[in-house]
């Protein structure tokens, strides 16, 4: 039993160890297929889970591609259509970052009033936990996580310490790094911006019916005076035409009422005359 289990393995090995050196020897092994050539010996290679064969690569002139949702530390997004950081200095990435490795200082104008935007930023890339809160939080879009992993220095500080020259890349940098999210965030963009446009139309089309309602009305004729006064008389005689039927009508009411009451009267009086006769009789 354990004799065939150990000849088994070392088979396991072996074929491992013959497919790994043939592979080598092709002109483009299977772990060069789809890389990215930098020069100088130097690529980046992207590697499937399944693939087979040596997959040591020679870091640092060899590099695997990261993947997209990898994060180290965060940077800062310059906004190179507007020409202007997207950051507006509002310092929630500040207050929801679990070791506070951020700092912020808002700018100010001539006149010492504060603007939007960050005269200095910081991160202590020493105690980023790079748990992307400050990227989840930030209602700009304005900072994302890079994929920037190679930050071996001597010193910590303030080699580690990131001011804000050094944490900005333009928008283009991140729509490489993060290509879907960029794509889903540019899409979920494009619709707001369609949703906005559509409120504003249609805002737009209710005020025109209403100047169109009220340009119509002006244009109407208006009344002249004597109009005025006739349609005021024909108004006061439907009035008094409509309270003289209302007095006629309860007159007529109260006088069915009083005949009633007399009727009632008479038959109770003929009804006690004869009663008493039955009494005399008796």
Known sequence: MFGTGLLKGLGITLKHAIDTF?????????????????????????????QEGLLTIQYPEEKRLLPERFRYIPMLIWDTQANEDKCTACGICAKVCPPQCIWIVRDMDANGKPVARPAEFYIDAA????????????????????????????????????????????????????????????ETKRQKEAADRAKVEAKARTDAE???????????????????AASSTDTAQAAVSDGTTAVAAANGSTEADAKKARLDELKRKAAEAAKKRKEGGA
């Open 210 to 228: 209403k100047a169109a309602r009220a340009a119509a009305e002006a244009a109407k004729p208006k009344p002249t005076p004597e109009q005025v």
């Open 22 to 50: 043939t592979d080598d020897r092709k002109g483009v092994p299977s772990r060069y297929q789809d890389s990215i050539q930098l020069g100088n010996g130097r690529r980046i290679i992207d590697q499937p889970i399944t």
């Open 127 to 186: 105690v980023c936990m790079s748990c992307s809160f400050c990227v989840e939080f930030c209602p700009f879009d304005a900072i994302k996580m890079n994929h920037d992993y190679e930050l071996a220095v001597y010193d910590r500080y303030p080699q580690l310490v990131y001011d804000k020259a050094e944490l900005t890349v333009p928008v283009e940098y991140y729509a490489a790094l993060w290509p879907a999210q960029y794509a889903a965030e540019e």
